[in-house]
């Protein structure tokens, strides 16, 4: 997944402070998704990316070991927030880390769309997401959910509210 935006300043580092309290959010403060099991690796203002790993509680087709479909939507939906998170904590680096983290308590999906394109079987997957477009009320995120073997499994479009 490239980045295809331009809105952001060039070169904006954030900071570990913030990364590690987008990670905390997103990994242990909503249990929806630590149940999941979802895992950020990286987050920056380009995209995000994150892994799952397939268990027992995951399936949704049991004769073929399919991951669920509302998983599949769940992590995508995680992943684009974040992405837009991560865009709008770029665009605000005049305010402290903990300032921009707060902007998380009025973040919320607008509109989300998910196109289910294979069968989503394996062991890990991994999430990429990128903010598309993010405005003073509205954020726009590109999703992609890929097998192992790096294949297009599904993919998502999402928009969430930033103000």
């Not at 630590?34 to 920056?44: A, Y």
């Not at 070991?65 to 769940?74: E, L, M, P, W, Y």
């Not at 927030?81 to 680096?93: N, P, Q, R």
């Amino acid at each position: 997944m490239t980045s295809s935006r331009s809105d952001l300043p060039p070169n904006v580092i954030l900071e570990p402070e913030f990364i590690s309290g987008l990670r905390d959010i997103y990994e242990e403060k909503i249990l929806f998704n630590q149940w999941m099991g979802l895992k950020v690796e990286s987050i920056k203002p380009s995209g995000v990316v994150a892994h799952l790993s397939m268990k027992p509680e995951l399936v949704g087709h049991f004769a073929y070991h399919r991951i669920h479909g509302g998983v599949i939507s769940a992590a995508l939906d995680a992943m684009g927030s974040l992405a837009v998170l991560a865009a709008l904590g770029a665009k605000h680096m005049d305010e402290l880390p903990a300032k921009r983290l707060e902007r998380f308590a009025r973040h919320s999906t607008i509109d989300l769309r998910i196109d289910f394109l294979r069968p989503g079987i394996g062991d890990q997957f991994t999430i990429l997401a990128e903010a598309v477009r993010v405005g003073a009320k509205v954020g726009n995120a590109r999703m992609e959910f890929r097998g192992a073997d790096g294949k297009l499994l599904s993919t998502g479009t999402a928009a969430y509210l930033t103000s």
